[in-house]
C-alpha cells in the first residue's frame, strides 16, 4: 500500500523526512524515495528498491547528497516515486499513496484527446503517480486538479506535492480511507500517515485532515484549498492489522483498539463455552499479540508466547516477491518454547485470516513441538472480498481466499450467494466453513470477530468505516 512523510520548516527538513519516512516502512516493501527543496539546487530527488534492503540502510547518506527546508518521503508497495513533474501547474514533485482500479480507462482517455505520452512505467504499466499528475493537469490549479483526479478515478488516492517554492501541498483521498495528519513544531509543520511518526520527531498533531481536505503549508501557515467532505469510509482493516500499534487514526488508538477487539472475542467465548479447556492464550505475532492480551485479560486465562519469531535478520515475512519464499522465511523464523507447547492445549489469536497457508505451518509447528491442541481466533470477520481500494492483500483473485475456496469446495458457485450465512458462526453454513477451515488448517476450533465487534472495538460509527472486504457493501 504504502505510506509518507512531508516538512517543511526553518531548520533542514531532510533529516526529519528521513526518520519520518522510515516509520512507514511496515507500510511498503518495494520501492522508496525522497524528494527536497532549496532555493540554490531547487528540486532534488532519489529513488531506490528496497525489496531486498530497508528504507535506512538505501538513505543513509541522503543528509549528504541533498537539503533543504522542505521535503516529502515515500515508502510505496509499487510505483518508484516521487515523481519530478513539469506542467502547466508548475514543477513540482509528487507521490501518492492508494489505488488506481480504471488506470487503463484513464489512460486511454488522456492520450485520445491530448495526443501525448507517459514516460514512467513499472512492470509494463504505467505509473500511477504520473497518471495522477496527468489528470491533474488538466485543470488550472493544483487544488482544482486533485478534486478532479480524485473524482476521475475509480479506487484512492491520498496526494503529497512538494513545489518549487518549497510549499507542501498535501491531501487525503475524497472518501478518507486512509489518514493524513498534520504536526506542528516551533518552526514548521509536518505531513504524516503514521501519528507516531510526528511525535517521535518533535512534532505536535494539530489536525488530522477530513475526507477530501486539501491544505498548503509553509514553515509558518497551513493555508486549507479545500474543506472536507461529508461522507468518509476510513479502512476498518488499520485498526486489527496493518496500522502500526502506537498510531492514532481519528483518535483512536491501534493497540488500545485491539486489546479491547480481544476483550470482546474473548466474551463470545465465555458467553458460548468455547474456551474452557485452554491452558494458554498465545497471539500470532506479532499483529495478533494486543488482540491475544486482550483475550487473556477478559478471559482469565494465562498470556503466553509459545514461540518467539526471530527477526534480527527477516523482519518481515512478507518482504520476499515470492509467496512460497515467504512462507519458507516465516518458517525459519518461529522458535519453539517447549515448556509452553508440550501437552498443552493452545488458544492463538491472529490479526485475520486471508489464505491461511503460514498460519497452517505455524500450526503444525505448534504439533511437531508437542502441542495437545490448538484453537485459532480471527481478530476480524472472514475476509470474503479482495479489496478494491487498497493494496493490502496480496492476491491475484478472490479465490486465493481462504473463504472463498472453502465455500467453492463446499457448495460451489451456489455458495457465493450465500456470503452472509457463511460469515456468521451461528447459521448452518456458518458452522460448516469454520469446520471445514479447521479440517483443512489443522484446527481444534476456530471462531472469527464479528462485524459488530469490530466496529464496538474501533469505536466509530459503522457508516464512517469500510467493511468491504467482510461484507461487500461500499
Same mark, same amino acid.
Given at each position: 500500500?504504502?505510506?509518507?512523510?512531508?516538512?517543511?520548516?526553518?531548520?533542514?527538513?531532510?533529516?526529519?523526512?528521513?526518520?519520518?519516512?522510515?516509520?512507514?516502512?511496515?507500510?511498503?516493501?518495494?520501492?522508496?524515495?525522497?524528494?527536497?527543496?532549496?532555493?540554490?539546487?531547487?528540486?532534488?530527488?532519489?529513488?531506490?528498491?528496497?525489496?531486498?534492503?530497508?528504507?535506512?540502510?538505501?538513505?543513509?547518506?541522503?543528509?549528504?547528497?541533498?537539503?533543504?527546508?522542505?521535503?516529502?518521503?515515500?515508502?510505496?508497495?509499487?510505483?518508484?516515486?516521487?515523481?519530478?513533474?513539469?506542467?502547466?501547474?508548475?514543477?513540482?514533485?509528487?507521490?501518492?499513496?492508494?489505488?488506481?482500479?480504471?488506470?487503463?480507462?484513464?489512460?486511454?482517455?488522456?492520450?485520445?484527446?491530448?495526443?501525448?505520452?507517459?514516460?514512467?512505467?513499472?512492470?509494463?504499466?504505467?505509473?500511477?503517480?504520473?497518471?495522477?499528475?496527468?489528470?491533474?493537469?488538466?485543470?488550472?490549479?493544483?487544488?482544482?486538479?486533485?478534486?478532479?483526479?480524485?473524482?476521475?478515478?475509480?479506487?484512492?488516492?491520498?496526494?503529497?506535492?512538494?513545489?518549487?517554492?518549497?510549499?507542501?501541498?498535501?491531501?487525503?483521498?475524497?472518501?478518507?480511507?486512509?489518514?493524513?495528519?498534520?504536526?506542528?513544531?516551533?518552526?514548521?509543520?509536518?505531513?504524516?500517515?503514521?501519528?507516531? /511518526?510526528? !511525535?517521535? @520527531?518533535?512534532?505536535?498533531?494539530?489536525?488530522?485532515?477530513?475526507?477530501?481536505? +486539501? #491544505?498548503?503549508? $509553509?514553515?509558518?501557515?497551513?493555508?486549507?484549498?479545500?474543506?472536507?467532505?461529508?461522507?468518509?469510509?476510513?479502512?476498518?482493516?488499520?485498526?486489527?492489522?496493518?496500522?502500526?500499534?502506537?498510531?492514532?487514526?481519528?483518535?483512536?488508538?491501534?493497540?488500545?483498539?485491539?486489546?479491547?477487539?480481544?476483550?470482546?472475542?474473548?466474551?463470545?467465548?465465555?458467553?458460548?463455552?468455547?474456551?474452557?479447556?485452554?491452558?494458554?492464550?498465545?497471539?500470532?505475532?506479532?499483529?495478533?499479540?494486543?488482540?491475544?492480551?486482550?483475550?487473556?485479560?477478559?478471559?482469565?486465562?494465562?498470556?503466553?508466547?509459545?514461540?518467539?519469531?526471530?527477526?534480527?535478520?527477516?523482519?518481515?515475512?512478507?518482504?520476499?516477491?515470492?509467496?512460497?519464499?515467504?512462507?519458507?522465511?516465516?518458517?525459519?523464523?518461529?522458535? /519453539?518454547? !517447549?515448556? @509452553?507447547?508440550?501437552?498443552?492445549?493452545?488458544?492463538?489469536?491472529?490479526?485475520? +485470516? #486471508?489464505?491461511? $497457508?503460514?498460519?497452517?505451518?505455524?500450526?503444525?509447528?505448534?504439533?511437531?513441538?508437542?502441542?495437545?491442541?490448538?484453537?485459532?481466533?480471527?481478530?476480524?470477520?472472514?475476509?470474503?472480498?479482495?479489496?478494491?481500494?487498497?493494496?493490502?492483500?496480496?492476491?491475484?483473485?478472490?479465490?486465493?481466499?481462504?473463504?472463498?475456496?472453502?465455500?467453492?469446495?463446499?457448495?460451489?458457485?451456489?455458495?457465493?450467494?450465500?456470503?452472509?450465512?457463511?460469515?456468521?458462526?451461528?447459521?448452518?453454513?456458518?458452522?460448516?466453513?469454520?469446520?471445514?477451515?479447521?479440517?483443512?488448517?489443522?484446527?481444534?476450533?476456530?471462531?472469527?470477530?464479528?462485524?459488530?465487534?469490530?466496529?464496538?472495538?474501533?469505536?466509530?460509527?459503522?457508516?464512517?468505516?469500510?467493511?468491504?472486504?467482510?461484507?461487500?457493501?461500499?
Amino acid at each position: 500500500m504504502g505510506g509518507f512523510f512531508g516538512a517543511v520548516c526553518k531548520h533542514d527538513a531532510v533529516s526529519d523526512v528521513f526518520f519520518g519516512t522510515d516509520y512507514h516502512s511496515h507500510l511498503g516493501t518495494r520501492r522508496a524515495g525522497m524528494a527536497a527543496y532549496n532555493s540554490e539546487d531547487g528540486l532534488q530527488r532519489e529513488i531506490h528498491n528496497i525489496q531486498n534492503s530497508p528504507f535506512r540502510t538505501k538513505f543513509d547518506k541522503v543528509s549528504e547528497e541533498m537539503s533543504g527546508n522542505s521535503a516529502i518521503g515515500v515508502i510505496s508497495d509499487y510505483d518508484p516515486q516521487p515523481l519530478m513533474i513539469k506542467s502547466s501547474l508548475g514543477t513540482y514533485a509528487i507521490c501518492i499513496i492508494g489505488k488506481i482500479n480504471n488506470s487503463e480507462e484513464l489512460i486511454n482517455q488522456y492520450l485520445s484527446f491530448t495526443h501525448g505520452h507517459f514516460n514512467s512505467m513499472t512492470g509494463g504499466l504505467i505509473n500511477s503517480t504520473e497518471l495522477f499528475a496527468a489528470l491533474m493537469g488538466q485543470k488550472s490549479t493544483i487544488d482544482e486538479g486533485i478534486k478532479f483526479a480524485q473524482e476521475s478515478i475509480d479506487g484512492t488516492a491520498s496526494i503529497l506535492i512538494l513545489k518549487d517554492n518549497g510549499n507542501i501541498i498535501a491531501a487525503r483521498d475524497r472518501l478518507g480511507r486512509l489518514p493524513v495528519l498534520i504536526g506542528k513544531c516551533e518552526d514548521g509543520y509536518c505531513v504524516t500517515f503514521e501519528s507516531f /511518526a510526528a !511525535h517521535k @520527531l518533535g512534532y505536535e498533531i494539530v489536525k488530522e485532515l477530513g475526507p477530501g481536505e +486539501i #491544505v498548503e503549508l $509553509t514553515p509558518d501557515s497551513m493555508t486549507q484549498l479545500a474543506p472536507p467532505r461529508d461522507k468518509m469510509k476510513i479502512c476498518a482493516f488499520l485498526w486489527s492489522y496493518y496500522g502500526y500499534p502506537t498510531s492514532t487514526y481519528e483518535g483512536i488508538n491501534v493497540e488500545v483498539m485491539r486489546n479491547k477487539n480481544g476483550e470482546i472475542i474473548a466474551k463470545n467465548d465465555i458467553d458460548n463455552k468455547n474456551n474452557d479447556e485452554i491452558d494458554y492464550v498465545g497471539g500470532v505475532p506479532d499483529s495478533g499479540t494486543p488482540h491475544a492480551i486482550g483475550y487473556a485479560n477478559k478471559s482469565g486465562i494465562p498470556f503466553a508466547r509459545p514461540f518467539i519469531k526471530y527477526t534480527p535478520t527477516w523482519a518481515r515475512s512478507f518482504t520476499p516477491t515470492h509467496q512460497n519464499e515467504r512462507n519458507k522465511i516465516a518458517k525459519m523464523k518461529q522458535i /519453539a518454547i !517447549h515448556d @509452553l507447547i508440550i501437552d498443552k492445549n493452545l488458544l492463538f489469536v491472529d490479526d485475520s +485470516i #486471508v489464505r491461511g $497457508t503460514q498460519l497452517k505451518e505455524t500450526v503444525d509447528f505448534l504439533y511437531d513441538n508437542g502441542a495437545k491442541s490448538v484453537h485459532m481466533r480471527s481478530a476480524c470477520p472472514p475476509i470474503m472480498y479482495s479489496c478494491k481500494f487498497l493494496n493490502f492483500a496480496r492476491t491475484n483473485s478472490e479465490m486465493d481466499l481462504i473463504t472463498r475456496k472453502t465455500i467453492m469446495e463446499l457448495e460451489g458457485e451456489e455458495g457465493f450467494k450465500h456470503i452472509e450465512e457463511y460469515s456468521d458462526s451461528k447459521t448452518e453454513r456458518g458452522k460448516n466453513l469454520r469446520k471445514a477451515i479447521c479440517e483443512k488448517l489443522h484446527f481444534k476450533s476456530l471462531e472469527f470477530q464479528t462485524i459488530e465487534g469490530i466496529v464496538e472495538a474501533i469505536g466509530i460509527d459503522k457508516c464512517k468505516l469500510c467493511t468491504y472486504c467482510w461484507d461487500g457493501k461500499e
